[in-house]
């Protein structure tokens, strides 16, 4: 079984980065609850990764939620720059204080600004004046299957990490308690 | 409710070593806005007259702009104030990039230093975690160096650092305080030198409340995209490799001629194909889409950043080229010094040798070639080796120090500061006045507003006035009838000087960036913020209603407040004299009329005072009666009172 599906790509072409992280900043005023409220780079999902000595400004998206980090850390040579750690991952994982909401500590997964109705482009995009980040849009065949787990599925699994399942349980069935 | 401030600054006693957070009176945000308004009113307040540079008493404050870390386009600065060691007067600097945003989301608008520390300590300040940690380790070290070594010890990556180098180690008076792509200069690094102050490192991740916050974000949204698409803003100059009109206007060596003819196709070329070779790329400042600086990669060097005509202060300096430029950048950058006076100072040094008042006694071994001399004598500065220890405070003090005719030598200085090495022919009003009543010392802080010469085609001076959305009326009608070659009428020239400077007040107080403001309007005229549209940036995210007449109110406040401050440190209209050979051709009784009417203008003394009048009217009726009491003002100086213009 096959279906269509809308294929969404962020390119992004860290050469022409310029550093300026609008992007951070759009992506968090255009998340925040209400929208706009506030502007906070490090509620993000989008970072640059930043190593100014070595001439590397790389903007990553976050991706998915992984309580440990992986069994060994990636690191890179390309062109004679070695770049940080992790500096390719999007992943939110541990290892690192990226795309996690800084107080309650929840992660902060990339949606490629969804919303009613539709932006045209996402904002980090919309924002990056040098095309360091450029939008495509196309429709592919895939074999019919389950979407990802949604926002509310990866925060609830981050609390089941830090806190236990059953105690999230507990939470949960006292809040509906409440209400 | 606090709105685009937090409401809260840093007091750190480097003496005692101890750390407060100080809730701040709301009632100044609303008189200063900020920045370095709310600076002046401290060092008014707290740093009198008879304190010294290098006294503890001294304080050394870092203000983020009201507007920073808001959605604002550019505005990003933070301005460094304190009192400097070089005039002896108020010092300020500014710088951009990311410090001065991850200072307000770590919950603080403003830092004040005091004391000094027994050895050299770095701050560290965490959101609400803020130490005061070790940084004999990181003595000597180049100041992008330590900011790399602090993040590493720190394990935070995301940690923004404003650090000084060798120079500002050892008090060097053109030391700066360098930040990512930005630096401070102007006094300021030698005084957090003498703090023992290596470095502030900030990590931020708290929110900051705005008034309207949907508002500001479309207004921040439409001003981004217009800022980019604006061809007449950021530096323009930096990213164009035809470099006649530095090395033609400037003057080359101790600042004393201009090489007509230097500039031709061949060497464009050549110094386009050097530059390409060692940049890196272009990078900009938080939250704006313009990219004004080069990194650079010299072999054998750490990266760092190019800035404003840095690029070639060095080569003009020493009748060199581009090369040798980006080469004792390389070295200057990681010193930390600042690369409009250390050239002239180097430049002095080398005439003092030509001219047989340094000898081969003060300077052993001293090399034949200019560029290995200034090499050679940049090691001795920043160690405050021999000659050097003169040479390191500056060019005025230097001259004295040294004695032996050295004075002479000392041409280019006003207020005791290095000014930008321009030799012209006539007389020009609008520019003696920014010179000479300018508290900012260098006049990159001063002018900006009004263009500097006039279109040559009438219709087309027409089509320029039509489009000048941030002119007042009155500049229009001056600019229409402004024909090339000849004088503005004098009282155009206080009012140009006037809207130039109060338009760096505002930028100052909110930490917005002249490249999109203050200092854009001169070329081009199309700023892309102005005194017309600020007040709804101001409004929608501070929730401070200001028309444009309050928001020029607000200015002046805290340009006369600035001048009180100089005014108790004795500055007074003998001290406003641009340097003699600035202009061949001067106008000594049109240029004293002019400085008259511009203090008239200005309501203050003919010594260039603000008189009672003027204070009381702008609320600072303390200030005068510390004028009064110290005998500076006598009560009857009540008059002139500024005029009300219209903004
Ligand atoms: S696509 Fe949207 S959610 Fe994803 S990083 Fe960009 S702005 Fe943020
Ligand atoms: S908006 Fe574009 S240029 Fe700016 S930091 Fe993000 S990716 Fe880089
Ligand atoms: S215009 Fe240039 S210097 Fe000013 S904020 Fe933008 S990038 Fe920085």
Known sequence: MTEKRIIKTIKVDPDKCIGCRACELACSAFHAKPRYSSANPARSRIRVVFDELNDIYFP????AYTPAECAGRHAYVLQGKEYPECAFCGNICPSRDYFYEPDSKLPLKCDMCESTPELEEPVCVAVCRVDALTYEVREEEVAAGEEGPDELEIGLEALADEYGLDKVLDAVARIAGKE | MRYAETGFRLEVDLTRGSIEKVPTDPSWTEMFLGGQGTAAKILWDRVGPEVQAFDPENLLIFTAGLLVGTPVPGANRTVVNTISPQTGLYAHSIFGAFFGPELKHAGYDQIVFRGKAPDLVYLWIHNDKVELRDATHLRGKGAQETARLIREELGVPEAQVAAIGLAGENRVYMATIEHSSASASRGVGAVMGDKRLKAIAVRGTQDLQLAKPEKIFQLSLDMFKAISENPFTGDIMAHEDDEEFHVDNFAWGNARKRIKGFWNKEREERWKKISESVRLRWTGCYNCPKDCHQAIKVPGHETYFQKCYSKLTYAMAAYKEIDFNYQILAKTQAYGLDGFSTPQVLAFAVELYEAGILT????????????DRFFYLLEKIVRREGVGDALANGVYHAARQIGRGAEEYDHNTMKKFEQVPLKLKMINFPYFLMYATGEKMNITQIEGSYPQVPIADKKEREEFVKRWEAAPERFKKWYLEWEPRTHPPLEAAVHICDWNETMHYIDDAIGMCAFLSSFRGQ?????????YNLPKFIAAAAGIELTPQELWNVAR?????????????????KDERPPEDHWQIRDPEKEQKVLSDYYTFKGWTQDGI?????????????????????????EDDREPVFQDISA
């Not at chain 1, 990553?60 to 991706?63: K, L, Y």
């Not at chain 2, 406040?557 to 209209?573: E, M, T």
């Not at chain 2, 603000?610 to 006598?634: F, H, Q, Y």
């Open chain 2, 523 to 531: 070329f081009g005229g199309q700023p892309p913020y102005h005194i």
């Open chain 2, 557 to 573: 406040r805290n340009r006369n407040l600035i001048r009180a401050i100089n005014v108790r440190r004795g500055l007074r209209r």
């Open chain 2, 360 to 371: 081969d006694e003060d300077l052993p071994g001293f090399p034949e070639d200019n560029g």
């Open chain 1, 60 to 63: 990553i998206r976050s991706v």
């Open chain 2, 610 to 634: 603000p008189t009672i009048g003027t204070l009381e009217k702008l609320g600072l009726a303390d200030v005068a009666e510390d004028l009064v009491r110290r005998g500076i003002l006598s």
